[in-house]
């Protein structure tokens, strides 16, 4: 059966359920945080966090929809993270100190007078990674490799 799952991008897309879209999130964030590993040697500190914050935004909207709750078309943290409480408040944790991502999603692809620093590069990945293992414990069925 294929249901109509809302998307941020598109605004729907044809998937087979909610979870396939979770899982699909949850496997772009950790790509995301795949090329932030690779990147860390390279120096690239605005790439390096454009990604972090994709990251953390996809990790936030995987559980989102694992959770089969409609989301915004946004790139606000915040946002999510409010949207999130409703059903757990495991995530709050993570809220101030994703604010240092708030320049990262758009700004920072634009700014050519701000550059993050390699500490906030090696925090920032510190962050999503305990945010994908919350994700996983949240909702094992999203721990990377899961197909069940």
Known sequence: MW?????AKAGYSMTSTPLDLARTLALK???????????MAQGATDVICFHLQQAAEKILKAYLQACSIEFPRTHDLDALLDICAVVTDRLEVYRNRLEVFIPYAVMLRYDLDYEPTREETRDGLVLVREMRACLTSLRPELATGSTE
Do not use: K, P
């Not at 249901?3 to 998307?7: M, T």
């Not at 964030?29 to 990147?39: N, T």
């Open 29 to 39: 964030a950790d790509h995301d945080i795949e090329a932030v590993e690779l990147l």
């Open 3 to 7: 249901f109509r799952v809302a998307c």
